[in-house]
T-cell receptor, first 110, second 112 residues
């Protein structure tokens, strides 16, 4: 079977740091995506990890541990516009199908 | 920039109607996908296509069919719409090789 778990909702304060965790159990693994989705809009690509380690891209960083089936998305210097859902997604075997988690809705408080 | 467009942002149909949702991309991508997104269930894959005239079932194909006659266009068809098909429908494309998918703006379909 395949399963991707991430928290349903999180709340953080403007200017702070938040870490959104994702664990996965899939039959086959090629890489892990993070997408951002604002309410009523389409998901947009944030990051893609294939190898273990941390990838940094501005205020956002993504980490992957293939042996642990674990990833996190780290958001620094939070802004109100970061209020959105964050989707963890896994690709298997380079066949381009993506399995999505149910998403984490992040609320930013002023 | 990749552009993925969908024929409607909002659509209201009656039970039993045949519904066509169209997706068009302008980046010559090989792969196209149809998802539906529902609260608490996340994104679920309905059908996908790796090439013209090719299609494969996703996780929830029942009640849907697809057509890909041209590379840039991928249509989702609801043969006889039912109320449980009320949802947000998202089209996506990718260029293959495990690269990211680009999404269209979505169609919010309501079946009454």
């Amino acid at each position: 079977g395949q399963n991707i778990d991430q928290p349903t909702e999180m709340t953080a304060t403007e200017g702070a740091i938040v870490q959104i965790n994702c664990t996965y159990q899939t039959s086959g693994f090629n890489g892990l995506f993070w997408y951002q989705q604002h309410a009523g809009e389409a998901p947009t690509f944030l990051s893609y990890n294939v190898l273990d380690g941390l990838e940094e891209k501005g205020r956002f960083s993504s980490f992957l541990s293939r042996s642990k089936g674990y990833s996190y998305l780290l958001l620094k210097e939070l802004q109100m516009k970061d209020s959105a859902s964050y989707l963890c997604a896994v690709t298997k075997n380079r066949d381009d199908k993506i399995i999505f988690g149910k998403g984490t809705r992040l609320h930013i408080l002023p | 920039d990749v552009k993925v467009t969908q024929s409607s942002r909002y659509l209201v149909k009656r039970t039993g109607e045949k519904v066509f949702l169209e997706c068009v991309q302008d980046m010559d991508h090989e792969n196209m996908f149809w998802y539906r997104q529902d609260p608490g269930l996340g994104l679920r894959l309905i059908y996908f296509s790796y090439d013209v005239k090719m299609k494969e079932k996703g996780d929830i194909p029942e009640g849907y069919s697809v057509s890909r006659e041209k590379k840039e266009r991928f249509s989702l068809i609801l043969e006889s719409a039912s109320t449980n098909q009320t949802s947000m429908y998202l089209c996506a494309t990718s260029d293959g090789g495990g690269n990211e998918q680009y999404f269209g703006p979505g169609t919010r379909l309501t079946v009454t």
